[in-house]
């Protein structure tokens, strides 16, 4: 049995969508706050299970027969899932942790994912650690201003960063769940080059078949409404690494997604035909 928490994100979604047609449906429990709603979601043959990641004590019913876990950190009481899944006898937990705990280990943010990879590395369970880049699904943010101005306001407008899709990061989990192989290993998550704002929003234009123009803006202007959003500590790291401190590290573009699936990454252009409609 396979426990995919956050199992209607950007993320746990497409894993769920891909354990099931790869035939391991009847072995997948799809975690989710509200059972009901994630119904009309999830595949056919996809065990459902409540439970709340912030409340480590509510995943006791979820976790029974559970050998492996998939686990995005940063969304609840990730010490706690973690020691709640070793007490029920999870062998094998699959971390989404960060690429800053690479190229910003100082930020807070990269702090506190390198102290949840140490726990479970500390955990007696086996692991695997997936370090993923800056996501093409970050770009829902700009969907507003695109449907109703087909304009992008960004800061950094012109550095480009190897965005990577989340089903590609669905993909090298699906992989650490299933195959052998990719236990205790760390494996960085990148796009396949390097893509800046303003080209994503010809990206977006070409999808959709119009200009979507984009405008750069002063880091001092794009921090007030995130900060809002998310807090003070994390836009700021957010700022810093969508330009602000970019170093070599982040800026790389590694190949795993090919090395771990067989396929070659997928390109943002990709992701935007998938999700144009969220810009029309």
């Excluded at 959709?208 to 750069?216: F, N, P, S, T």
Aim: hydrophobic share 45%; with cysteine; proline share 5%.
């Amino acid at each position: 049995m396979i426990l995919v928490t956050g199992a209607t994100g950007n993320i746990g979604s497409e894993l769920v969508r891909q354990l099931s047609v790869d035939g391991h449906g009847t072995a997948v429990r799809a975690l989710t706050r509200d059972a009901a709603r994630a119904g009309a979601v999830v595949p056919a043959g996809v065990e459902l299970a409540e439970g709340d990641l912030g409340r480590a004590e509510s995943l006791k019913s979820a976790l029974g027969g559970v050998r492996s876990l998939f686990l995005i950190s940063g969304v609840g009481d990730d010490a706690g899932v973690l020691d709640a899944a070793r007490d029920a006898g999870v062998e094998h937990v699959v971390l989404v942790s960060s690429i800053t705990v690479m190229t910003h280990p100082h930020l807070g943010p990269a702090r506190a994912n390198l102290a949840v990879e140490r726990r479970l590395r500390e955990s007696g369970m086996e692991w695997t650690i997936l370090r993923p880049t800056q996501f093409a699904s970050n770009t829902l943010w700009w969907a507003r201003s695109v449907r109703d101005a087909s304009v992008v306001r960004a800061p950094y407008a012109d550095v480009g960063l190897p965005t990577v899709h989340p089903a590609d990061i669905a993909s090298v989990a699906r992989a650490a769940l299933t195959g052998p192989g990719r236990r205790g290993r760390t494996y960085p998550l990148t796009g396949p080059k390097r893509i800046s704002p303003r080209q994503q929003a010809d990206e977006l234009g070409r999808v959709l078949g119009r200009e979507v123009a984009c405008v750069g803006v002063a880091r001092e202007e794009a921090y007030p409404p995130m900060a809002a959003m998310m807090g003070a500590e994390v836009a700021d790291s957010v700022l810093d690494l969508m330009g602000g401190d970019v170093n070599d590290a982040l800026l790389a573009v590694h190949d795993t997604v090919a090395r771990v699936t067989g396929s070659p990454a997928r390109p943002y252009r990709r992701w935007a035909e998938e999700n144009a409609d969220a810009f029309r």
